[in-house]
């Protein structure tokens, strides 16, 4: 079975810095996503990525928030200056094509002090 | 708003002891509706995705269904390594993105 992977498992990271979360789709995939789950909450949805540029975002993926495929391979998250409500685990997802699975990667949880 | 409401939020059986869980949901216009599991730390693991009313679907002791309104996953005769939280999650029509319950979590006491 193919597997999305990410990088890293886990980040400590201190309030106001810059962090970047890193994912390896599934090679023939075309559709990427990143959502993100606080603790004891909900799966919450950020943004949708395709054809090399967003597709969808949600009302949490402001200003300081980015995507990139910086190559054929990775697909990465940007949080410019992370605040304490920033500390969540980050899956990143991807899938094929239309009406086709979506496979969500092992998370990197992210820790702001 | 799109809504997904799971019940209940904890479910402990014994092994053997079949059971079901709910996921209720109020949606524009549903496009379809995913299961996932979910083990602790992990990402989530898809199961079934159901698109229209009255579909079902099987895999090894799971099942889902679903109407309307709502989905079921019904699980027959669990084992202890069925032990995970269940997502339920709807794909509106028009939108990439999944909406998501809070989880079943289950428990399977050998």
């Known amino acids: 079975e193919p597997e999305v992977t990410q990088t890293p498992s886990h980040q400590v990271t201190q309030m106001g810095q810059e962090v970047i979360l890193r994912c390896v789709p599934i090679s023939n995939h075309l559709y990427f996503y990143w959502y993100r789950q606080i603790l004891g909450q909900k799966v919450e949805f950020l943004v949708s990525f395709y054809n090399n540029e967003i597709s969808e975002k949600s009302e949490i993926f402001d200003d300081q928030f980015s995507v990139e495929r910086p190559d054929g391979s990775n697909f990465t998250l940007k949080i410019r200056s992370t605040k304490l409500e920033d500390s969540a685990m980050y899956f990143c997802?991807?899938?094929?094509?239309?009406?086709?699975?979506?496979?969500f990667g092992p998370g990197t949880r992210l820790t702001v002090t | 708003e799109d809504q997904v409401t799971q019940s209940p939020e904890a479910l402990r059986l014994q092994e053997g002891e079949s059971s079901s869980l709910n996921c209720s949901y109020t949606?524009?216009?549903?496009?379809?509706l995913f299961w996932y599991r979910q083990d602790p730390g992990k990402g989530p693991e898809f199961l079934f995705t159901l698109y229209s009313a009255g579909e079902e679907k099987e895999k090894e002791r799971l099942k889902a269904t679903l109407t309307k309104k709502e989905s079921f996953l019904h699980i027959t005769a669990p084992k202890p390594e069925d032990s995970a939280t269940y997502l339920c999650a709807v794909q509106v029509q028009g939108a990439q993105k999944l909406v998501f319950g809070q989880g079943t979590r289950l428990t399977i006491n050998p």
């Open positions: 949606v524009s216009g549903l496009r379809g």
């Open positions: 997802a991807s899938r094929g094509g239309e009406g086709v699975k979506k496979y």
